[in-house]
C-alpha cells in the first residue's frame, strides 16, 4: 500500500539552529501539503501545493518558514532560525488530483520537532 | 470564519458499547466533512467521509457518521467499541480541499 514518508521521524535541535524536513507524498498525488500540530491541537495548515505552485501559505510564517516542491514531486519544509515555540509534530499529507475538492488526504507519520 | 468543533476532549466507552464522538461544523456553502484516527507518534488515518448524498456515511474498521444540515453536525459512531478503537480522533471540515480541524477527542475504551 502507498504511503507518504517522511523524514526525519525525529529532530533535536537548538534554539536558532535551521532544521529542515522532507517529505515523498505518495506517486501521482498533485497536492501536498504541510501541517503544524501542537500537542493536544489539531493539525493546522501551513502550506499547500498544487504540482510545484504554493496556493496557500496564508497561516505560514514566512519570517522563519520556507517550503518548496521543486520539481512537483517532494518537498522540503525549512525553519531558519528555529524558536522555542516551534517544538510540534510537523505532518506532511498528499492527495490525488481526480477530484480537485473533496478528497482525502493520505498522511506521513510525521517529524516531532524539539526545540531546547 | 469556518470552523469545527469537538465539545469532548476524552470518551469513555466499556468494550461491547456502542460509541459516539461528535463534531459540529461552521462551514460557508457546501461541507466536505471527514474523520481521521491517530494513534500515539503516528499520522492521520482517514476513516471516511461526506460530500453528497446520502446523509449516514460508512467507513473503515466498522465507524460510521450522520451528517445532519439542521444540527450542522457529524457524529461518528460504531454500534460495538473495541479496546483496539482507542484513539485520538479529529473531525475536520471545508467547503474546499483546505481543511480546518477540530481538537481532537480522545477515546478510551475499557476492557
Known sequence: EAEVAQSPRYKITEKSQAVAFWCDPISGHATLYWYRQILGQGPELLVQFQDESVVDDSQLPKDRFSAERLKGVDSTLKIQPAELGDSAMYLCASSSRDRVEGNEQFFGPGTRLTVL | ?111
Open chain 2, 1 to 111: 470564519a469556518q470552523s469545527v468543533a469537538q465539545p469532548e476532549d476524552q470518551v469513555n466507552v466499556a468494550e461491547g458499547n456502542p460509541l459516539t464522538v461528535k463534531c459540529t461544523y461552521s462551514v460557508s456553502g457546501n461541507p466536505y466533512l471527514f474523520w481521521y484516527v491517530q494513534y500515539p507518534n503516528r499520522g492521520l488515518q482517514f476513516l471516511l467521509k461526506y460530500i453528497t448524498g446520502d446523509n449516514l456515511v460508512k467507513g473503515s474498521y466498522g465507524f460510521e457518521a450522520e451528517f445532519n444540515k439542521s444540527q450542522t453536525s457529524f457524529h461518528l459512531k460504531k454500534p460495538s467499541a473495541l479496546v483496539s478503537d482507542s484513539a485520538l480522533y479529529f473531525c475536520a471540515g471545508g467547503a474546499t480541499n483546505k481543511l480546518i480541524f477540530g481538537t481532537g477527542t480522545l477515546l478510551a475504551v475499557q476492557p
